[in-house]
Every structure is written in C-alpha cells, then in structure tokens.
C-alpha cells in the first residue's frame, strides 16, 4: 500500500508541476517612445519685428512692425502665407510711412528647431507726405524655435517700387519675435 501511495504522490507531482509550467508568465519589454525634440513650424503665428530700410546713399530708415502668419509644413517641406503691417520713422531722407506687405514663402526645414525659406510678395506703402504707392518684395530668412510657442527671426528683402526705375530699389532687414497659436 505504501508503494500504491508513493507512486500516486509521485504522478501527481509530476503531473502538477507540468500544469504549473504551462502557466509561467514572461513579460515582454515595451518597446520605447520616441519622440522628437522639436517644436515644428506649423500652424497659426503672429509676432512683432524691428529693423530698417536701405537705400543707396540716403540714412537709414527704421521700421517697426506687426505679423500675422500660417504654415503649412510637410517634413522637410515648409510653405505659408504672411501679413505684415509696418510704420517706418521719418528720418532727414524720407517722410514717415506706412506699409502693408503680403507675402507668400517657401523652404525647409533643416532639423527639429530651424527653417530656412524664400519668401516674396506685394504691398503698399502711403507716406505721410502724401505719396501712396505700390510695391514689391523678394528675399530669404531663417527661424529659430527657442520653446514650443516662440521662436526668432531675421529676414533680408529686396524691395521694388512701381516707379518704373530700377528693379530693386532698395533692402530691408528685420529681426521679429513669434508666438505660435
């Protein structure tokens, strides 16, 4: 009998431990979430800039001005539309002035943080002397991505007048902040 007994005990360790085994849970590692460092560039914009107008041998004319803007980025591509309302201060050359600019743009961006683009586009320019006339505008610039909702920037534009006189008549620069909405 004690034979009978230790056999049973003996298939029923067997026979349990095997269910047991059946049952062993392995965890599995989750693979990880990477995500960029980067902000992006798209979306809705608006900022202010400083900077000023050159033209050959006269001084210097500085400007003040708001943005309002929207890109449409497509990774690496980056292309928007922009609207610029600009005062330029009098100075011994020029009147006061002031400006209303829209321009289209188009460029890459280069990693998480920066873009880079061409831009160009027409406006209108009214002096406080009285002359009102158009113009247009073609140049490149550059932003910076500094946090998620605020970058920098610095535009360089080739500026032409319906004067019938040279094709540029002039540049300006600018540096701006934005805030990203």
């Known amino acids: 009998m004690f034979r009978k007994l230790a056999l ?15 049952d062993l849970y392995i965890p599995e590692t989750p693979m990880p ?4 460092a980067g902000f992006g560039f798209e979306g809705l914009y608006a900022g202010v800039q ?14 003040i001005g708001g943005v309002i803007g929207y890109n449409f980025a497509s990774s690496p591509l980056l292309a928007g ?3 610029q309302g600009n005062y330029y201060f009098e100075n011994d050359d020029f009147d006061a002035a002031g400006e209303i600019l829209a321009l289209a743009k188009l460029g890459f961006v280069v990693t998480d ?17 009285g002359d009102d ?3 247009f505008a073609l140049g490149v610039g550059a932003e910076f991505k500094v946090t998620e909702d ?13 004067d019938g ?16 909405f």
């Not at 003996?10 to 095997?18: D, E, F, M, N």
């Not at 400083?50 to 400007?63: A, I, K, M, P």
């Not at 605020?150 to 319906?162: A, H, P, Q, T």
């Open 33 to 36: 979430i990477v995500e960029s």
């Open 50 to 63: 400083l900077g000023g107008s050159f033209v050959e041998d006269l001084d210097t004319q500085v400007l």
């Open 81 to 83: 539309i922009e609207l």
């Open 133 to 135: 006339y158009a113009e």
């Open 113 to 129: 943080n920066v873009a880079i683009y061409a831009t160009g586009g027409v406006g209108y320019v009214w002096e406080d002397g």
């Open 150 to 162: 605020m970058s920098i920037r610095g535009d360089i534009l080739g500026i032409g007048y319906d």
């Open 8 to 22: 049973a005990a003996a298939a029923l360790a067997v026979t349990g431990s095997a269910s047991l085994a059946a």
């Open 165 to 180: 006189g040279d094709t540029f008549d002039g540049a300006r620069a600018t540096v701006g902040v934005l805030w990203s």
